[in-house]
């Protein structure tokens, strides 16, 4: 248990936490405003992954095949909205479970259609498959651009929210749609454009993950749930929320795997830590989602209801 | 006791008529992949039914009946592995899990509503999943193979046809106690619950402790579901525990009939059928029948067992009686 071993995990942590954000920005807001369950949000993940690993094999540049991840994200948000979902609003939350899991066999089937089962690889961008050295400890370039990213994301998010018109709208529809709606602002265009607006952004994730993971089909449903973990925790339609429980959660998970293990060998013999330390540490986040939800089942950083 | 027949009834009577003759079929005609097929159906209708009385009587969206199913599933595994056969240990085995799982998840689960249920049953599910895949001395990710099937008194559910006769049995047993189940006290208050909740506590009765019962109960049917599934299959896999397997619990409820009597099972047989008769045209048919469940759930929910009461139930038009009462229910005013 040295200090670069801990750093290195903090930044990993930072880093999944981030990712975790990048999807849980769009997520929470459908959630919050319109009460909508999409579960085919990791769907949009996958879909960034792929489009980014068919892109950048095809031209080189890492920069293009990001670029063309938000594209698809976009646009495939935007019909997903106009052809299903803006259908499902006013439906209870069964239809909308049920809707988005029709909408995830279909878009893996999809992808394992036209790629197959075999994962592709995405090489890492020019100039920044090397490492960073900071206070002598070195760590990988790219996980650094994640993090940059999420964070600029972050603060994106956060001022166009809190800064802007649209923004305004955003907030007061989040607290009441129909009044927002009474006073003449078109709040189905609103959502059809936070909506398009989160799947990009969970397309970003995907092509910002796409390098450090392989690119398969299923890949978007772990991801998905540890993201619905994070808006629960956060506070459902919280994006700031959202931003500090997606790190809470990158934190727990990445920190708990790697000293979970090794603080159970201190306490109990060899055999059970080796048993229990890994599987006690993959239910990690499930159980500091139970406990926030059993003590606070409105989130720890819930957004401002009237 | 009101069990009178309906036309709409008919065709699942029907069906589960055929089903109890199918075993003698297929052996006569010496196919016995009919009868696990069937087997299998008749166990998910069971897992189905089971999420029913949750899902279609209380309106409890649980999206984590699969840790119930592989919670039966390991209850003859675990044990098989220790080489204990007894199928009373089996059972007991699952009933004790599945009960105190159900009563603690349900106890924290039913403290929210909405949403948060959903994801909180989930990840209840996950940690249950997660749990199984790290327990690698049992198989982890690959699962186990069961190498005894669970014996009661001599009677040992290790060929397909014994399993069957059990499934039957139970489904059926099951069936008629829901349609009893549904207009006793204990389900109508479920169903008042699910329709308006506030308007069920100001009579004075405690739904939560009425929710907690159905979501518990709903958990040991759901295990004994996978019990079955284990002896059939004769292998546990945490893959029957993924969040999948809850999902297609789900659609099965919805796509049979919401809270109806036979709803679950035609469900199962139409989701399973259809399963089968994709597969038998086209590799992806995942991809036909995803879009097949978004089609269900644009269109609504009274299902196959609305669709088949419909003729008799009013005269107004097709679309209407399927719709009005999914927004009454849902608690939107138009």
Redesign the interface.
């Known amino acids: 248990m040295t200090f670069s071993l801990l750093l290195a995990q903090l930044l990993n942590g930072l880093q999944y936490g981030v990712l975790l954000f990048l999807l849980a920005a769009g997520l929470t807001l459908v959630?919050g405003i319109m009460?909508f369950?999409n579960?085919a949000h990791g769907s949009l993940y996958m879909l960034g992954a792929y489009a980014v690993a068919v892109v950048t094999g095809a031209t080189g540049s890492f920069a293009l095949g990001a670029l063309a991840a938000l594209a698809t994200g976009t646009v495939v948000g935007m019909l997903l909205e106009s052809v299903?979902v803006s259908?499902?609003y006013?439906?209870?939350?069964?239809?909308?479970?049920?809707?988005t899991?029709?909408?995830?066999?279909?878009?893996?089937?999809?992808t394992?259609?036209i790629w197959g089962p075999q994962p592709l690889f995405v090489a890492l961008p020019e100039g920044l498959s090397g490492t960073i050295e900071i206070f002598g400890f070195t760590y990988p370039a790219y996980r650094f651009l994640i993090i940059a990213v999420g964070l600029a994301v972050a603060v994106g998010s956060s001022w166009l929210i809190h800064r802007t018109r649209v923004g305004m709208l955003v907030r007061a529809g989040s607290v009441n749609p129909q009044m927002v709606g009474a006073l003449g602002v078109n709040i189905r265009l609103l959502n059809a454009m936070l909506f398009a607006l989160g799947a990009a952004l969970a397309a970003l994730a995907g092509a910002m993950a796409a390098p450090i993971l392989s690119v398969q089909s299923g890949m978007g449903?772990p991801v998905l749930?540890t993201t619905?973990?994070v808006?629960?925790i956060g506070g459902?339609g919280s994006v700031s929320g959202a931003f500090y429980a997606a790190i809470i959660v990158g934190l727990t998970d990445t920190l708990g795997r790697t000293y979970l293990p090794l603080l159970m060998r201190e306490f109990a013999s060899r055999d059970i830590a080796n048993?229990a330390g890994?599987?006690l540490a993959?239910?990690l986040v499930?159980?500091l989602?139970?406990v926030v939800?059993?003590v606070r089942?409105q989130g720890l950083f819930p957004a401002h209801k009237g | 006791m009101r069990m009178s027949l309906r036309t709409g009834d008919l065709v699942p009577v029907v069906l589960l008529a055929g089903l109890a003759l199918l075993p003698f079929a297929a052996a006569a005609a010496d196919e016995p992949f009919f009868t696990t097929f069937f087997a299998r159906v008749l166990i998910y209708a069971i897992a189905a039914t089971a999420l029913n009385v949750a899902?279609g009587l209380g309106g409890l969206?649980s999206?984590g009946h699969a840790l119930f199913l592989g919670l039966g599933m390991y209850s003859v595994a675990l044990p098989a592995h220790f080489g204990i056969a007894n199928g009373w240990v089996h059972l007991a085995a699952c009933v004790a899990s599945c009960g105190v799982v159900g009563l603690l998840t349900g106890y924290?689960?039913l403290?929210?509503s909405?949403?948060?249920f959903?994801?909180?049953t989930?990840?209840?599910a996950?940690?249950g999943y997660?749990?199984v895949?790290?327990?690698?001395?049992f198989g982890g990710d690959d699962g186990m193979a069961i190498s005894a099937a669970s014996e009661f008194f001599g009677f040992s559910l290790s060929s397909g046809n014994a399993v069957y006769g059990v499934a039957f049995c139970l489904l059926v047993a099951l069936t008629v106690w829901i349609a009893r189940l549904r207009s006793a006290p204990f389900g109508v208050t479920l169903r008042a619950g699910r329709q308006n909740a506030r308007r069920v506590a100001s009579v004075g009765l405690a739904l939560s402790r009425y929710q907690l019962t159905a979501y518990v109960l709903s958990a040991v049917l759901c295990g004994l579901a996978g019990m079955l599934l284990a002896n059939l299959n004769a292998y546990a896999s945490p893959s029957s525990m993924s969040?999948?397997v809850s999902?297609e619990l789900?659609?099965m409820v919805?796509l049979g009939g919401?809270g109806s009597v036979f709803g679950p099972f035609l469900g199962a047989v139409a989701f399973l059928g259809i399963e089968e008769v994709l597969k038998a045209f086209t590799e992806?048919?995942?991809?036909l029948?995803?879009?097949?469940?978004?089609?269900?759930?644009?269109l609504g929910?009274a299902g196959i067992a609305g669709l088949l009461a419909r003729p008799i139930r009013s005269n107004s038009p097709a679309g209407r009686g399927a719709k009005a009462p999914?927004l009454a229910?849902?608690?939107?005013r138009p």
């Open positions: 959630f009460s369950v579960l299903a259908r499902l006013r439906r209870d939350h069964l239809d909308h479970v049920l809707a899991f029709g909408l995830v066999l279909f878009f893996n089937e999809v394992r259609m449903e749930i619905l973990v808006i629960v459902i048993a890994p599987a993959s239910m499930y159980l989602m139970a939800l059993a089942p | 899902l969206v999206l924290v689960s403290r929210t909405g949403i948060a959903i994801m909180i989930l990840a209840f996950q940690m997660f749990l895949v790290s327990l690698k001395q969040w999948m999902g789900i659609v919805v919401m992806h048919w995942m991809a029948f995803g879009l097949l469940i978004l089609g269900v759930a644009l929910k999914l229910e849902s608690g939107v």
